[in-house]
């Protein structure tokens, strides 16, 4: 309207109407520091939501939904927006009712309220949780259009908690105890066996993600951090620990996240997350809507057994790579956000991302990860991404030859 | 302990949350449970989602069936095709079945249905029953086919040097695209529920 | 109910109700995947909240609310949380009508959208933003009785965005040109002269928080970043760089923002925040509720010039001082987390906690301030805080001779 | 620019958002507005908050008065009293009042509302007419009394060695306790609209 206006008649202003009429939010007050106790994001953010995909499961309860990592930038995901993943709906526990019993191969079992375990010495780390499940629909071929769905079962949170070693050795461990049962209190009462190496060397109780406390739908008030290994095993709204000789093998780790291979074997205990990268912008979700020019490409990169040392981009499907520049702290164990800014000519890309991590793992292609694992393990697809952008800046998940 | 924070666990708070059961009958309770019984029990409390035959209504889980497809385009993973384990049936069916009103059934309920399931997965007859004392006489056929994660030992050409420049012949060619299965969810702005 | 009921009869359990009675949450299902595309805390934390003072101002429209610091932990402040402080309400800008113009003493002046600015190369950079007139209540003695309150008006942020440098090439700086005027869109128009020198040293333009957009009450779609320097400066809704040869020694840099000493001179141009800390827990907001024994003393430390090197902790209002256990990542103007474990002999404390930063900067006691100072410079207040904490545990803001 | 992001601004668009006046009458515009126009505006744009006099309703902002306060128990900080610029009032009233209606008054009566509140702070007679052309000739009064940052030159204690044992006698005695003045909000749990 303002650019009509303005051009009617000589005398008027030459320029933007952006600029040259004042707006609202310039003239009059905006709300006061009573409106919003807790904040939430601009009302022109509203698409930025997680999102499920409805045929995936028969029932949103047992479900997961997506990050929109597309929207996101640097390396810490706002708690809101956290992917989720449970088997029984949400918990919502009640702090005063929460316990946490360690027993087992212990010298004394204990019980540990919400305040107990907040007396214990706490640590503050930033760590990646990503579903092993995440980019599981893409084994076949490309699937789903959008990072967020391909790639968002992922999130990356600085947590406070206790370290589970100094838990355990309140209640002085057995020598037999050899593996750890953490159990959740909600209607999935979700298990998991974890040797007890881990569980003294990394893993925590968390009570706290991104500063405040944890969210109910990541395991409010208190949940196991597991770093580097897959995040059906970081145990919310957790409830127990038994500590024995064996591992449990229970459901989730016999009937669900075992890795079945094309001779019908299936591999089991596959803890670690491979390194993986994706490029989160540009993608389906978010397309270059600028034209040629000058172009920033931006991704995620990460690895269950370190930090990650480079990231490679292609923009030809993979025939020639160049090192993308790393930006923001590089944690062990944590999302690691990388750039790569050129001058896109406005002919086709074919985008992809190679992450290499500190033990020197390359991300493999989609390809290699088929030779060997065929498509039916549903579980720890890592492989290069490709994203195909066309020359009005739409981009779509394919693979390439 | 060193920091004297917890207290004891009492043997009855023990009891009430130490449900797990494994693989070597650890943690399975007296009881006992037939097939006769198990056929009642799931056809009032499962068979809504499972199916009758455990062959799942809908999207919900296959809990029977499946054997000999593991190799096959499309497996179909159950108790009787996949899992290695009667124990998990046991432990999964007590903490989170059914769906909607986890760890309500009773010891003996739950051997029935766990014989049930059995049965429906062709392993014992109609007339078997299961109890602490015979869990361990029965195994699933496909616990020979797990092995302990061998990533690192079988994949080892993630630890190559990746090729920089050249790595390829030709143009790249689309083999496969997103946008023909068109199956992404389409966002409005208005939230996920769409 | 569950106590009572236990007590009747021999036969009954022994323990806990908590845990020999199965709650809600394990036995029925909760919320699915669907029901939250933007998280939201959990309803046992509805106390977790930005809270106001009524009485320090006319109206909340130019107040300000304080970020509930004794319910956090780790140094990420969640988006919700942070404290708000605005002149005329919080601008809702349209991110499509936001333009970003630079002119003055450069070779071509520009104007940018928001899709302009992304075109940047970007930085991700964790700082601390603290109101100059943090604990500015304070300087007559202690008056607040909460560490909200007392010292809440301060976030720690990962911020992704482009460093001001970049941008400021873009449009080629004239020699001349030794200051910059940032001014805002909101209905205060806030403006501030920042030298050069700052601008191109470390200054960003943000637009993204923690991850996701920036919040309407922190400048959404766009806001200057000034590491370590007075958050007033931080100018929100970013609409206009000038550069100028001059100061423009606007409102909020010489009726506000200027240290009146008892002399009857002012200081201007007081733009680093000095290095401070402050014990979140224990303190009023935060009693210890669990008697005797093994107690975390927890807090955060902060220095506009650096990281901090040491934090110690004094039980005895300034009598004999220990070096507390720093824990999670230092990075450069940025808040760090202090921590103090002891087991507590229920005996009155008198806590106190003392910042030392890279530059060998020791914090000053509140009456080391005074001297200098008096109590009339509202800014600035960066005194050691007393907490006394009786034997039941109870928290009160005091001073201690 | 290197990286060819941005366009040039219009010399209409610079103008548009161009507003600030500097101490040197920089950014100045065209205009002129003596005490009497002013006396009216401020009645009818500025009063109900500031005050007939500058004196303040309520908790507003006090503009004038307080000279001779600074050294005072509780000054009084005003346009006459402590704003070492002019300019300052020119710009500030013209971006930011009145409070609800930024940026709405012209030029001239931004003059006249300044010369007004400079004639409430007893530094021009009635018929006094600010405009561009005389603007310099006006000085506030403590404009001498403001001195650049000298925090570190001044209060150098901060870089001594910090005492660690023994530091002062006796016991600690709590001199002012926050709970006697009872000014604090409440919380209720129910968010901070106390
Ligand atoms: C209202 C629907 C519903 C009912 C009723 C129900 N289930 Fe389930 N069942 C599910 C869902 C959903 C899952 C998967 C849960 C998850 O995501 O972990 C499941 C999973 C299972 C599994 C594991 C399947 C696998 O492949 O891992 C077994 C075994 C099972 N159910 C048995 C039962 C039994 C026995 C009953 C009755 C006592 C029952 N279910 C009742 C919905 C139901
Ligand atoms: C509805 C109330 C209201 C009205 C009407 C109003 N003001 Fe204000 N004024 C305020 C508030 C509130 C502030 C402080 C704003 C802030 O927090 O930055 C203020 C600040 C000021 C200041 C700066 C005071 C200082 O000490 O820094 C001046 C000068 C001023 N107003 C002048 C005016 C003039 C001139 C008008 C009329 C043209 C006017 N005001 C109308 C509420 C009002
Ligand atoms: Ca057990
Ligand atoms: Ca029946
Ligand atoms: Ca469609
Ligand atoms: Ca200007
Ligand atoms: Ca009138
Ligand atoms: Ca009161
Ligand atoms: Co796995
Ligand atoms: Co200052």
Chains 1, 3 share one sequence.
Not at chain 1, 235 to 256: A, C, M, N
Not at chain 1, 314 to 338: C, E, M, T, V, Y
Not at chain 2, 155 to 169: A, L, Q
């Amino acid at each position: 309207a303002g650019g009509a206006l303005a051009a009617v008649g000589a005398a008027r202003a030459a320029g933007d109407p952006a600029i040259l009429e004042l707006p609202d939010w310039t003239t009059t007050l905006g709300e006061g520091v009573d409106a919003n106790p807790y904040g939430m994001p601009s009302e022109y953010e509203a698409h930025v939501v997680r999102r499920n995909v409805p045929w995936l499961t028969a029932d949103p309860v047992s479900s997961v939904n997506f990050t929109p990592l597309h929207e996101l930038d640097g390396i810490i995901t706002p708690n809101g927006l956290c992917f989720e993943r449970h088997h029984g709906g949400v918990a919502q526990v009640d702090p005063a009712q929460w316990r946490l019993m360690i027993h087992g191969l212990v010298e004394t079992p204990l019980v540990f309220t919400l305040e107990d375990l907040k007396r214990f010495p706490r640590v503050n780390k930033v760590y990646f949780l990503e579903c092993a499940a995440n980019s599981g629909m893409e084994w076949r071929g490309a699937q789903l259009n959008g990072v967020q769905f391909t790639h968002g079962m992922i999130h990356n949170v600085m947590y406070t908690g206790v370290p589970l070693r100094t838990i355990l050795e309140e209640c002085g461990l057995k020598p037999a105890g050899k593996w750890m049962l953490a159990e959740g209190a909600d209607a999935a009462a979700m298990t998991r066996s974890i040797p007890i190496e881990k569980a003294l060397d990394d893993c925590m109780v968390a009570f706290k993600m991104n500063g405040e406390a944890l969210r109910p739908e990541q395991g409010y008030p208190a949940r196991l951090v597991v770093p580097g290994w897959e995040g059906n095993m970081w145990v919310k709204w957790l409830r127990r620990l038994e500590i024995g000789d064996k591992p449990w093998h229970h459901r989730e780790e016999t009937s669900k996240y075992t890795d079945l291979l094309p001779d019908g074997t299936a591999r089991r205990f596959t803890w670690e997350m491979d390194a993986k990268s994706v490029i989160t912008s540009p993608s389906p979700q978010a397309p270059i809507t600028h034209g040629k020019g000058r172009t920033v490409i931006t991704g995620i990169a990460w690895s269950g057994r370190g930090t990650i040392r480079r990231v490679d981009v292609s923009l030809d499907g993979g025939r020639n790579w160049l090192p993308a520049r790393l930006d923001g702290p590089s944690f062990d164990k944590s999302i690691h956000r990388f750039y790569h800014e050129f001058d896109w000519d406005g002919r086709p890309l074919y985008l992809q991302s190679r992450a290499i991590d500190s033990t020197g793992y390359v991300q493999p292609t989609k390809d290699a990860l088929r030779s060997v694992r065929g498509v039916n393990s549903i579980y720890h697809n890592n492989g290069i991404q490709t994203w195909y952008v066309n020359e009005n800046g739409e981009a779509e998940n394919v693979e390439v030859s | 302990g060193p920091l004297g924070l917890g207290r004891p666990a009492t043997p009855d708070e023990i009891a009430a949350w130490d449900i797990d059961v494994r693989p070597d009958g650890v943690g399975l309770p007296e009881g006992r449970g037939g097939v006769a019984e198990g056929e009642e029990l799931y056809s009032d409390n499962c068979a809504v989602c499972h199916g009758d035959f455990g062959e799942a209504v809908g999207r919900w889980p296959v809990l029977a069936g499946g054997q000999g497809t593991l190799t096959a385009d499309r497996p179909i993973k159950t108790i009787g095709s996949y899992w290695p384990y009667l124990s998990t049936v046991y432990d999964y069916v007590h903490r989170a079945m059914p769906f909607g009103a986890a760890q309500s059934l009773s010891h003996d309920e739950v051997y029935a249905i766990t014989a049930y399931l059995l049965y429906l997965n062709d392993l014992v007859d109609e007339d078997f029953v299961l109890s602490r004392e015979n869990f361990l006489s029965v195994r699933l056929p496909n616990e020979p086919n797990f092995k302990d994660d061998d990533r690192l030992q079988t994949e080892t050409f993630v630890f190559d040097e990746p090729c920089m420049k050249d790595c390829k012949p030709g143009e790249p060619t689309i083999t496969m695209r997103a946008a023909v299965l068109d199956v992404t969810p389409e966002g409005d702005g208005e939230g996920s529920l769409e």
